[in-house]
Protein backbone atom coordinates (compact mmCIF):
# COMPACT_ATOMS: atom_id res chain seq x y z
CA UNK A 1 0.00 0.00 0.00
CA UNK A 2 2.85 2.47 0.93
CA UNK A 3 4.77 1.61 -2.61
CA UNK A 4 0.96 2.52 -4.30
CA UNK A 5 0.62 5.83 -2.44
CA UNK A 6 4.27 6.45 -3.09
CA UNK A 7 3.63 6.12 -6.85
CA UNK A 8 0.67 8.02 -7.38
CA UNK A 9 2.55 11.12 -5.28
CA UNK A 10 5.50 10.68 -7.79
CA UNK A 11 3.17 10.76 -10.29
CA UNK A 12 1.37 13.57 -9.06
CA UNK A 13 4.80 15.62 -8.85
CA UNK A 14 6.22 14.33 -12.20
CA UNK A 15 2.27 15.01 -13.38
CA UNK A 16 2.27 18.66 -12.40
CA UNK A 17 5.27 19.19 -14.90
CA UNK A 18 3.79 17.33 -17.56
CA UNK A 19 0.64 19.69 -17.07
CA UNK A 20 2.66 22.69 -17.09
CA UNK A 21 3.99 21.55 -20.86
CA UNK A 22 0.46 20.62 -21.58
CA UNK A 23 -0.72 23.97 -20.69
CA UNK A 24 2.28 25.26 -22.78
CA UNK A 25 1.51 23.51 -25.84
CA UNK A 26 -2.49 23.66 -26.05
CA UNK A 27 -2.29 28.05 -25.30
CA UNK A 28 -0.20 27.95 -28.34
CA UNK A 29 -2.86 25.41 -30.27
CA UNK A 30 -5.50 27.56 -29.14
CA UNK A 31 -4.02 30.92 -30.71
CA UNK A 32 -2.61 29.81 -33.77
CA UNK A 33 -3.93 26.16 -34.28
CA UNK A 34 -1.05 24.55 -34.19
CA UNK A 35 1.65 22.01 -32.27
CA UNK A 36 4.50 23.47 -30.59
CA UNK A 37 7.07 21.24 -31.25
CA UNK A 38 9.73 22.94 -29.99
CA UNK A 39 7.77 24.11 -27.09
CA UNK A 40 10.59 21.95 -24.77
CA UNK A 41 13.21 23.14 -26.42
CA UNK A 42 12.31 26.35 -25.37
CA UNK A 43 12.05 25.45 -21.94
CA UNK A 44 15.32 23.71 -21.99
CA UNK A 45 16.65 26.68 -23.30
CA UNK A 46 15.26 28.84 -20.83
CA UNK A 47 16.62 26.59 -18.15
CA UNK A 48 20.19 27.06 -19.05
CA UNK A 49 19.76 30.48 -19.31
CA UNK A 50 18.75 30.59 -15.58
CA UNK A 51 21.73 27.91 -14.48
CA UNK A 52 23.98 30.30 -16.13
CA UNK A 53 23.24 32.80 -14.24
CA UNK A 54 23.22 30.76 -10.97
CA UNK A 55 26.78 30.20 -12.65
CA UNK A 56 27.45 34.01 -12.53
CA UNK A 57 26.38 33.72 -8.82
CA UNK A 58 23.00 35.15 -9.29
CA UNK A 59 20.70 33.28 -6.12
CA UNK A 60 18.38 30.81 -7.26
CA UNK A 61 14.73 32.84 -6.89
CA UNK A 62 16.37 35.84 -8.23
CA UNK A 63 17.52 33.46 -11.42
CA UNK A 64 14.14 32.25 -11.59
CA UNK A 65 12.06 34.96 -11.73
CA UNK A 66 14.70 37.13 -14.82
CA UNK A 67 14.40 33.54 -16.52
CA UNK A 68 10.59 33.79 -16.22
CA UNK A 69 11.12 37.58 -18.21
CA UNK A 70 13.61 36.27 -20.37
CA UNK A 71 11.22 33.26 -21.52
CA UNK A 72 7.89 35.50 -21.82
CA UNK A 73 10.09 38.01 -24.20
CA UNK A 74 11.74 35.21 -26.02
CA UNK A 75 8.62 33.64 -26.72
CA UNK A 76 7.02 37.07 -27.91
CA UNK A 77 9.88 37.29 -30.44
CA UNK A 78 10.15 33.51 -31.59
CA UNK A 79 6.43 34.58 -32.77
CA UNK A 80 6.79 37.97 -34.12
CA UNK A 81 10.28 36.90 -36.14
CA UNK A 82 8.98 33.38 -37.13
CA UNK A 83 5.07 32.51 -36.66
CA UNK A 84 3.88 35.43 -37.48
CA UNK A 85 4.99 35.31 -41.40
CA UNK A 86 3.68 32.12 -41.52
CA UNK A 87 0.27 33.09 -40.14
CA UNK A 88 -1.34 32.11 -43.40
CA UNK A 89 0.86 29.58 -44.52
CA UNK A 90 0.04 25.89 -45.01
CA UNK A 91 -0.17 23.31 -42.21
CA UNK A 92 3.33 21.50 -43.41
CA UNK A 93 5.06 25.12 -43.21
CA UNK A 94 4.13 25.52 -40.21
CA UNK A 95 5.43 22.18 -38.94
CA UNK A 96 8.51 22.52 -40.61
CA UNK A 97 8.65 26.24 -38.77
CA UNK A 98 8.08 24.62 -35.34
CA UNK A 99 10.90 21.72 -36.90
CA UNK A 100 13.38 23.89 -37.45
CA UNK A 101 13.32 26.07 -34.42
CA UNK A 102 13.31 22.86 -32.49
CA UNK A 103 16.49 21.80 -34.01
CA UNK A 104 18.18 25.28 -33.52
CA UNK A 105 17.58 25.53 -30.18
CA UNK A 106 19.08 22.27 -29.34
CA UNK A 107 22.25 22.56 -31.60
CA UNK A 108 22.41 26.57 -29.65
CA UNK A 109 22.18 24.95 -26.32
CA UNK A 110 24.49 22.01 -27.58
CA UNK A 111 26.80 24.78 -28.80
CA UNK A 112 27.23 26.78 -25.95
CA UNK A 113 26.62 24.55 -22.95
CA UNK A 114 27.14 21.23 -24.81
CA UNK A 115 26.28 17.82 -24.52
CA UNK A 116 27.46 16.97 -20.87
CA UNK A 117 24.70 16.23 -18.51
CA UNK A 118 24.74 18.84 -15.29
CA UNK A 119 23.43 19.21 -12.05
CA UNK A 120 20.89 21.24 -11.26
CA UNK A 121 20.06 22.83 -7.66
CA UNK A 122 16.72 22.41 -6.14
CA UNK A 123 15.37 25.44 -4.02
CA UNK A 124 13.31 23.05 -1.87
CA UNK A 125 16.13 20.34 -0.95
CA UNK A 126 15.83 16.83 -1.52
CA UNK A 127 14.77 16.07 2.26
CA UNK A 128 11.79 13.63 3.26
CA UNK A 129 8.95 16.15 3.58
CA UNK A 130 7.26 16.91 6.69
CA UNK A 131 8.76 14.20 7.68
CA UNK A 132 7.49 11.52 5.32
CA UNK A 133 8.98 9.15 3.08
CA UNK A 134 6.83 9.05 0.57
CA UNK A 135 7.55 12.25 -1.05
CA UNK A 136 10.53 14.65 -1.03
CA UNK A 137 10.19 18.10 -0.77
CA UNK A 138 11.31 19.12 -4.11
CA UNK A 139 8.56 17.03 -5.02
CA UNK A 140 6.06 18.47 -2.83
CA UNK A 141 7.50 21.74 -4.46
CA UNK A 142 7.06 20.92 -7.91
CA UNK A 143 3.46 20.55 -7.15
CA UNK A 144 2.96 23.41 -5.00
CA UNK A 145 4.83 26.49 -7.75
CA UNK A 146 2.75 24.13 -10.05
CA UNK A 147 -0.43 24.98 -8.34
CA UNK A 148 0.41 28.78 -7.24
CA UNK A 149 0.52 29.24 -11.57
CA UNK A 150 -2.59 27.08 -12.46
CA UNK A 151 -3.93 29.54 -9.67
CA UNK A 152 -2.64 32.67 -10.97
CA UNK A 153 -3.15 32.23 -14.79
CA UNK A 154 -6.50 30.90 -13.47
CA UNK A 155 -7.67 34.40 -12.05
CA UNK A 156 -5.67 36.15 -14.74
CA UNK A 157 -7.94 34.26 -17.64
CA UNK A 158 -10.91 34.45 -15.32
CA UNK A 159 -11.27 38.09 -13.76
CA UNK A 160 -8.73 40.56 -16.06
CA UNK A 161 -9.74 42.33 -19.14
CA UNK A 162 -6.79 41.01 -20.27
CA UNK A 163 -7.76 37.81 -20.10
CA UNK A 164 -10.67 38.14 -21.14
CA UNK A 165 -9.80 39.84 -24.10
CA UNK A 166 -7.59 36.72 -25.04
CA UNK A 167 -9.89 33.87 -24.59
CA UNK A 168 -12.18 36.08 -26.72
CA UNK A 169 -9.25 36.22 -29.85
CA UNK A 170 -8.40 32.72 -29.04
CA UNK A 171 -12.27 31.39 -29.29
CA UNK A 172 -13.42 33.93 -32.36
CA UNK A 173 -10.48 36.32 -34.02
CA UNK A 174 -12.71 37.87 -36.46
CA UNK A 175 -15.28 39.16 -33.73
CA UNK A 176 -12.62 39.91 -30.99
CA UNK A 177 -11.12 42.27 -34.09
CA UNK A 178 -14.72 43.59 -34.08
CA UNK A 179 -14.45 44.89 -30.82
CA UNK A 180 -11.11 46.46 -31.04
CA UNK A 181 -9.24 43.60 -30.16
CA UNK A 182 -5.45 43.16 -31.21
CA UNK A 183 -5.43 39.70 -31.83
CA UNK A 184 -2.34 39.60 -33.27
CA UNK A 185 -0.80 40.72 -30.42
CA UNK A 186 -2.92 38.49 -27.91
CA UNK A 187 -1.22 35.41 -30.30
CA UNK A 188 2.54 37.05 -29.33
CA UNK A 189 1.08 37.23 -25.19
CA UNK A 190 -0.10 33.82 -25.78
CA UNK A 191 3.31 32.79 -26.98
CA UNK A 192 5.11 35.00 -24.46
CA UNK A 193 3.04 33.46 -21.60
CA UNK A 194 3.66 29.46 -22.95
CA UNK A 195 7.49 30.10 -23.22
CA UNK A 196 7.13 31.36 -19.08
CA UNK A 197 5.26 28.78 -18.27
CA UNK A 198 7.60 26.27 -20.25
CA UNK A 199 10.53 27.58 -18.32
CA UNK A 200 8.61 26.62 -15.01
CA UNK A 201 8.42 23.44 -16.44
CA UNK A 202 12.11 23.00 -17.47
CA UNK A 203 13.28 24.48 -14.16
CA UNK A 204 11.31 22.32 -12.11
CA UNK A 205 12.30 19.40 -13.53
CA UNK A 206 15.76 19.58 -14.48
CA UNK A 207 16.88 18.04 -11.05
CA UNK A 208 15.24 15.41 -11.67
CA UNK A 209 16.03 14.75 -15.40
CA UNK A 210 19.86 16.50 -15.03
CA UNK A 211 20.46 19.67 -17.31
CA UNK A 212 21.57 18.71 -20.83
CA UNK A 213 20.24 19.96 -24.01
CA UNK A 214 17.91 16.83 -24.68
CA UNK A 215 16.34 16.70 -20.90
CA UNK A 216 12.99 18.26 -22.53
CA UNK A 217 12.18 15.69 -25.08
CA UNK A 218 10.41 12.71 -23.19
CA UNK A 219 9.07 15.69 -21.06
CA UNK A 220 7.38 16.93 -23.85
CA UNK A 221 5.74 13.97 -25.28
CA UNK A 222 4.22 13.16 -22.15
CA UNK A 223 3.02 16.76 -22.23
CA UNK A 224 1.50 16.66 -25.89
CA UNK A 225 0.09 12.89 -24.62
CA UNK A 226 -1.42 15.04 -21.53
CA UNK A 227 -2.81 17.67 -23.94
CA UNK A 228 -4.55 14.79 -26.19
CA UNK A 229 -5.94 12.95 -23.01
CA UNK A 230 -7.32 16.12 -21.92
CA UNK A 231 -8.59 17.75 -25.24
CA UNK A 232 -6.36 20.23 -27.13
CA UNK A 233 -8.98 22.84 -27.02
CA UNK A 234 -9.11 22.92 -23.12
CA UNK A 235 -6.36 24.26 -20.92
CA UNK A 236 -8.23 22.40 -18.03
CA UNK A 237 -8.07 19.21 -19.62
CA UNK A 238 -4.12 19.64 -20.58
CA UNK A 239 -3.96 20.58 -16.58
CA UNK A 240 -5.88 17.35 -15.68
CA UNK A 241 -4.18 15.49 -18.22
CA UNK A 242 -0.69 16.29 -17.11
CA UNK A 243 -1.59 14.74 -13.78
CA UNK A 244 -3.51 12.05 -15.24
CA UNK A 245 -0.51 11.08 -16.94
CA UNK A 246 2.16 11.53 -14.36
CA UNK A 247 0.21 8.68 -12.05
CA UNK A 248 -0.55 6.57 -14.81
CA UNK A 249 3.36 6.49 -16.11
CA UNK A 250 4.37 5.78 -12.28
CA UNK A 251 1.39 2.57 -11.80
CA UNK A 252 2.41 1.12 -15.37
CA UNK A 253 6.10 1.09 -14.55
CA UNK A 254 5.70 0.16 -10.85
CA UNK A 255 3.04 -2.64 -11.67
CA UNK A 256 3.48 -4.03 -15.33
CA UNK A 257 6.44 -6.38 -15.32
CA UNK A 258 8.51 -5.78 -18.11
CA UNK A 259 7.97 -2.35 -18.37
CA UNK A 260 10.80 -0.07 -16.88
CA UNK A 261 12.26 3.17 -18.10
CA UNK A 262 12.73 1.54 -22.07
CA UNK A 263 9.34 1.32 -22.32
CA UNK A 264 7.95 4.35 -20.95
CA UNK A 265 8.19 6.58 -23.49
CA UNK A 266 6.55 4.26 -25.99
CA UNK A 267 3.83 3.96 -23.60
CA UNK A 268 2.87 7.69 -23.73
CA UNK A 269 2.83 7.60 -27.47
CA UNK A 270 0.76 4.64 -27.37
CA UNK A 271 -2.08 6.56 -25.25
CA UNK A 272 -1.87 9.11 -27.14
CA UNK A 273 -3.07 6.98 -30.38
CA UNK A 274 -5.56 5.20 -28.11
CA UNK A 275 -6.95 8.86 -27.27
CA UNK A 276 -7.05 9.82 -30.50
CA UNK A 277 -8.90 6.33 -31.52
CA UNK A 278 -11.61 6.25 -29.25
CA UNK A 279 -11.92 10.37 -28.26
CA UNK A 280 -10.19 11.77 -30.22
CA UNK A 281 -11.19 15.34 -28.48
CA UNK A 282 -10.25 14.75 -25.76
CA UNK A 283 -11.96 13.65 -22.31
CA UNK A 284 -12.53 17.86 -21.76
CA UNK A 285 -12.35 18.86 -25.13
CA UNK A 286 -14.88 20.28 -27.58
CA UNK A 287 -15.38 18.14 -30.93
CA UNK A 288 -14.17 20.56 -33.77
CA UNK A 289 -16.82 20.71 -35.99
CA UNK A 290 -15.85 22.80 -39.88
CA UNK A 291 -18.55 24.23 -41.50
CA UNK A 292 -18.83 23.42 -45.27
CA UNK B 1 -25.40 68.72 -42.54
CA UNK B 2 -22.18 67.29 -42.40
CA UNK B 3 -21.15 63.70 -43.95
CA UNK B 4 -19.95 61.42 -41.11
CA UNK B 5 -19.05 58.61 -43.35
CA UNK B 6 -17.94 59.37 -47.07
CA UNK B 7 -17.15 56.18 -49.48
CA UNK B 8 -16.03 57.26 -52.83
CA UNK B 9 -15.59 54.73 -55.83
CA UNK B 10 -15.18 51.58 -53.24
CA UNK B 11 -13.72 48.63 -55.51
CA UNK B 12 -13.19 45.54 -53.26
CA UNK B 13 -12.07 42.09 -54.45
CA UNK B 14 -12.25 38.65 -53.17
CA UNK B 15 -9.03 37.34 -54.59
CA UNK B 16 -9.37 37.44 -58.21
CA UNK B 17 -13.43 38.36 -57.95
CA UNK B 18 -14.40 42.26 -57.90
CA UNK B 19 -16.85 42.79 -55.25
CA UNK B 20 -17.79 46.33 -55.66
CA UNK B 21 -17.34 48.13 -58.92
CA UNK B 22 -16.89 51.65 -58.21
CA UNK B 23 -19.41 52.17 -55.12
CA UNK B 24 -20.17 55.97 -53.90
CA UNK B 25 -22.24 57.13 -51.12
CA UNK B 26 -22.05 59.02 -48.18
CA UNK B 27 -24.00 59.11 -44.65
CA UNK B 28 -25.23 61.95 -42.40
CA UNK B 29 -24.78 62.33 -38.53
CA UNK B 30 -27.64 61.16 -36.90
CA UNK B 31 -29.22 59.47 -39.73
CA UNK B 32 -30.51 56.08 -40.05
CA UNK B 33 -29.73 54.43 -44.05
CA UNK B 34 -30.07 50.76 -45.12
CA UNK B 35 -28.55 49.31 -47.96
CA UNK B 36 -30.67 47.46 -50.35
CA UNK B 37 -29.73 44.79 -52.74
CA UNK B 38 -30.04 41.19 -53.89
CA UNK B 39 -28.10 38.39 -53.40
CA UNK B 40 -24.71 38.82 -53.94
CA UNK B 41 -25.23 42.26 -55.10
CA UNK B 42 -22.61 43.47 -52.19
CA UNK B 43 -24.00 44.91 -49.37
CA UNK B 44 -21.97 42.69 -46.45
CA UNK B 45 -18.68 43.14 -49.00
CA UNK B 46 -19.70 47.16 -48.18
CA UNK B 47 -19.90 46.74 -44.64
CA UNK B 48 -17.11 44.78 -44.28
CA UNK B 49 -14.16 47.03 -46.49
CA UNK B 50 -15.75 50.22 -44.25
CA UNK B 51 -14.10 48.02 -41.57
CA UNK B 52 -11.14 46.98 -43.83
CA UNK B 53 -12.16 42.94 -43.67
CA UNK B 54 -11.96 43.01 -47.79
CA UNK B 55 -9.56 43.90 -49.91
CA UNK B 56 -10.25 47.64 -51.29
CA UNK B 57 -9.24 50.14 -53.08
CA UNK B 58 -10.98 53.57 -53.28
CA UNK B 59 -11.69 56.48 -50.64
CA UNK B 60 -13.80 56.03 -47.39
CA UNK B 61 -13.61 58.65 -44.64
CA UNK B 62 -14.62 59.36 -41.54
CA UNK B 63 -14.92 62.27 -39.84
CA UNK B 64 -12.81 63.40 -42.77
CA UNK B 65 -10.04 60.83 -42.04
CA UNK B 66 -9.49 58.39 -43.94
CA UNK B 67 -10.04 54.83 -43.19
CA UNK B 68 -8.03 53.17 -45.56
CA UNK B 69 -4.78 50.60 -44.77
CA UNK B 70 -6.10 51.22 -40.92
CA UNK B 71 -6.30 47.80 -39.51
CA UNK B 72 -9.77 46.30 -38.40
CA UNK B 73 -9.42 46.68 -34.68
CA UNK B 74 -8.30 50.31 -34.92
CA UNK B 75 -11.36 51.37 -37.18
CA UNK B 76 -13.40 49.64 -34.68
CA UNK B 77 -11.64 51.59 -31.70
CA UNK B 78 -12.79 55.08 -33.64
CA UNK B 79 -16.15 54.64 -32.58
CA UNK B 80 -17.66 52.21 -35.55
CA UNK B 81 -19.48 49.28 -34.19
CA UNK B 82 -19.62 46.10 -37.04
CA UNK B 83 -22.55 43.55 -35.81
CA UNK B 84 -21.32 41.04 -38.74
CA UNK B 85 -23.28 38.12 -40.58
CA UNK B 86 -23.89 35.57 -38.23
CA UNK B 87 -23.79 38.18 -35.18
CA UNK B 88 -20.08 37.15 -34.12
CA UNK B 89 -21.64 36.12 -30.69
CA UNK B 90 -18.28 34.58 -28.51
CA UNK B 91 -20.74 31.60 -28.28
CA UNK B 92 -18.27 29.90 -25.66
CA UNK B 93 -18.37 33.18 -23.21
CA UNK B 94 -20.97 34.05 -21.38
CA UNK B 95 -23.73 36.82 -21.90
CA UNK B 96 -22.19 39.23 -19.47
CA UNK B 97 -18.43 38.61 -20.80
CA UNK B 98 -20.06 39.08 -24.56
CA UNK B 99 -21.43 42.59 -23.18
CA UNK B 100 -17.43 43.11 -21.20
CA UNK B 101 -16.08 42.83 -24.61
CA UNK B 102 -18.17 45.03 -26.99
CA UNK B 103 -16.21 47.83 -24.09
CA UNK B 104 -12.99 45.96 -23.98
CA UNK B 105 -11.39 49.50 -25.91
CA UNK B 106 -12.75 51.26 -23.18
CA UNK B 107 -10.72 52.55 -20.39
CA UNK B 108 -14.03 53.96 -17.73
CA UNK B 109 -14.93 51.16 -15.19
CA UNK B 110 -17.50 52.84 -14.30
CA UNK B 111 -18.91 54.00 -17.37
CA UNK B 112 -19.20 50.37 -18.17
CA UNK B 113 -20.93 48.91 -15.44
CA UNK B 114 -23.37 51.48 -15.95
CA UNK B 115 -23.75 50.73 -19.64
CA UNK B 116 -24.26 46.97 -19.26
CA UNK B 117 -27.04 48.24 -17.16
CA UNK B 118 -28.40 50.04 -20.04
CA UNK B 119 -27.93 47.14 -21.93
CA UNK B 120 -30.27 44.71 -19.73
CA UNK B 121 -32.91 47.84 -19.70
CA UNK B 122 -33.07 47.43 -23.32
CA UNK B 123 -33.05 43.80 -23.46
CA UNK B 124 -34.63 42.88 -20.14
CA UNK B 125 -33.71 38.56 -21.09
CA UNK B 126 -29.84 39.69 -21.35
CA UNK B 127 -30.37 40.31 -17.37
CA UNK B 128 -32.12 37.17 -17.16
CA UNK B 129 -29.45 35.29 -18.50
CA UNK B 130 -26.51 36.84 -17.75
CA UNK B 131 -24.34 33.82 -16.42
CA UNK B 132 -25.72 31.94 -19.71
CA UNK B 133 -22.79 30.84 -22.12
CA UNK B 134 -24.09 33.34 -25.15
CA UNK B 135 -24.13 30.36 -27.31
CA UNK B 136 -27.35 28.71 -25.68
CA UNK B 137 -29.63 31.74 -26.28
CA UNK B 138 -32.32 31.65 -28.99
CA UNK B 139 -31.54 33.27 -32.34
CA UNK B 140 -33.28 36.73 -31.16
CA UNK B 141 -31.64 37.03 -28.31
CA UNK B 142 -28.11 36.57 -29.45
CA UNK B 143 -29.25 39.12 -32.19
CA UNK B 144 -30.19 41.50 -28.89
CA UNK B 145 -26.77 40.63 -27.48
CA UNK B 146 -25.14 41.21 -30.44
CA UNK B 147 -26.81 44.93 -30.75
CA UNK B 148 -26.03 45.01 -26.95
CA UNK B 149 -22.19 44.09 -27.38
CA UNK B 150 -21.98 46.82 -30.52
CA UNK B 151 -24.05 49.50 -28.26
CA UNK B 152 -20.61 48.48 -25.40
CA UNK B 153 -18.42 50.33 -27.43
CA UNK B 154 -20.46 53.54 -27.13
CA UNK B 155 -20.35 53.98 -31.20
CA UNK B 156 -20.91 56.50 -33.04
CA UNK B 157 -21.69 54.79 -35.88
CA UNK B 158 -23.32 50.86 -36.25
CA UNK B 159 -22.93 48.83 -38.78
CA UNK B 160 -25.36 46.21 -38.70
CA UNK B 161 -25.46 43.18 -41.37
CA UNK B 162 -28.79 41.60 -42.03
CA UNK B 163 -29.94 41.80 -38.27
CA UNK B 164 -33.23 40.16 -39.03
CA UNK B 165 -31.81 37.01 -40.42
CA UNK B 166 -33.79 33.87 -38.96
CA UNK B 167 -35.38 35.61 -36.86
CA UNK B 168 -39.96 35.40 -35.84
CA UNK B 169 -41.20 38.18 -37.26
CA UNK B 170 -42.78 39.33 -34.05
CA UNK B 171 -39.31 39.85 -32.88
CA UNK B 172 -37.70 41.50 -35.73
CA UNK B 173 -40.18 44.17 -34.66
CA UNK B 174 -38.83 44.46 -31.66
CA UNK B 175 -35.70 44.48 -32.38
CA UNK B 176 -36.35 47.25 -35.75
CA UNK B 177 -38.05 49.81 -32.66
CA UNK B 178 -35.41 49.33 -30.57
CA UNK B 179 -32.71 49.94 -33.03
CA UNK B 180 -35.14 53.26 -33.55
CA UNK B 181 -34.33 54.39 -29.81
CA UNK B 182 -31.39 53.83 -29.84
CA UNK B 183 -30.66 56.28 -33.59
CA UNK B 184 -32.71 58.78 -31.52
CA UNK B 185 -32.01 58.71 -28.20
CA UNK B 186 -28.42 57.67 -28.22
CA UNK B 187 -27.58 60.07 -31.30
CA UNK B 188 -25.92 56.52 -32.89
CA UNK B 189 -25.73 57.02 -36.78
CA UNK B 190 -26.84 53.45 -38.13
CA UNK B 191 -26.23 51.67 -41.26
CA UNK B 192 -28.19 48.71 -42.19
CA UNK B 193 -28.47 45.95 -44.66
CA UNK B 194 -31.43 44.12 -44.77
CA UNK B 195 -33.22 41.24 -47.13
CA UNK B 196 -36.36 42.18 -45.22
CA UNK B 197 -36.70 45.83 -47.58
CA UNK B 198 -40.12 47.14 -46.23
CA UNK B 199 -39.34 46.92 -42.78
CA UNK B 200 -35.93 48.78 -43.74
CA UNK B 201 -37.56 51.58 -45.15
CA UNK B 202 -40.47 51.88 -42.80
CA UNK B 203 -37.31 52.16 -40.02
CA UNK B 204 -34.73 54.43 -42.11
CA UNK B 205 -35.03 57.69 -42.85
CA UNK B 206 -32.22 57.18 -46.01
CA UNK B 207 -32.15 54.54 -48.48
CA UNK B 208 -29.68 53.13 -51.35
CA UNK B 209 -29.85 50.30 -53.78
CA UNK B 210 -26.91 48.43 -54.84
CA UNK B 211 -26.94 46.23 -57.61
CA UNK B 212 -23.99 44.31 -59.05
CA UNK B 213 -21.61 46.28 -56.98
CA UNK B 214 -22.83 49.69 -57.54
CA UNK B 215 -25.27 52.08 -56.19
CA UNK B 216 -28.15 52.49 -58.70
CA UNK B 217 -30.68 54.84 -56.80
CA UNK B 218 -30.09 57.08 -53.68
CA UNK B 219 -32.88 58.89 -51.13
CA UNK B 220 -35.35 59.07 -48.43
CA UNK B 221 -37.04 56.02 -47.62
CA UNK B 222 -40.47 56.87 -48.31
CA UNK B 223 -39.55 58.36 -51.84
CA UNK B 224 -37.55 54.99 -52.56
CA UNK B 225 -40.51 52.99 -51.24
CA UNK B 226 -43.09 55.01 -53.25
CA UNK B 227 -40.48 54.37 -56.53
CA UNK B 228 -42.25 51.84 -59.11
CA UNK B 229 -38.82 49.67 -59.92
CA UNK B 230 -37.57 49.24 -56.12
CA UNK B 231 -41.89 48.37 -55.12
CA UNK B 232 -41.36 45.68 -57.88
CA UNK B 233 -37.87 44.37 -57.16
CA UNK B 234 -37.51 44.53 -53.70
CA UNK B 235 -41.26 44.46 -52.10
CA UNK B 236 -42.85 42.88 -54.27
CA UNK B 237 -46.20 44.46 -54.69
Known amino acids: ?292 | MTAMLNIKDLRSYYGQVQALHGLSFALNEGSLTTLLGANGAGKTTTLRAICNMVRSTGAIEFDGSSLMGRSTESIVRLGIAHVPQGRGTFTSLTVEENLQLGAISRRDRAGIIADIERMYGYFPVLKERYTQQAGTLSGGEQQMLAVARALMLKPRLMLLDEPSFGLAPLIVRDLFKILGRINREEKVTILVVEQNAQLALELADQAHVIETGRIVMSGGAKEIANNEDVRKSYLGY
Open chain 1, 1 to 292: MELFTNQILAGISTGAIYACMALAVVMIYQAIDHLNFAQGEMAMFSTFISWQMMQWGVPYWLAFVLTLIFSFIAGIAIERVLFKPLAKAPILTNVAGFIALYSIINSCAGLIWDFTIKQYPTPFGSAPFLGSQLISTHQAGMIGITLLMLLGLFFFFQYTRMGLAMRAAAAMPESARLVGINTSWMIALGWGMAAAIGSVAGMMIAPVVFLEPNMMLGVLIYGFAAAVLGGLTSPFGAVVGGFLVGIFENLVGTYIPGVGNELKLPIALALIITVLVIKPAGLFGRPIVKRV
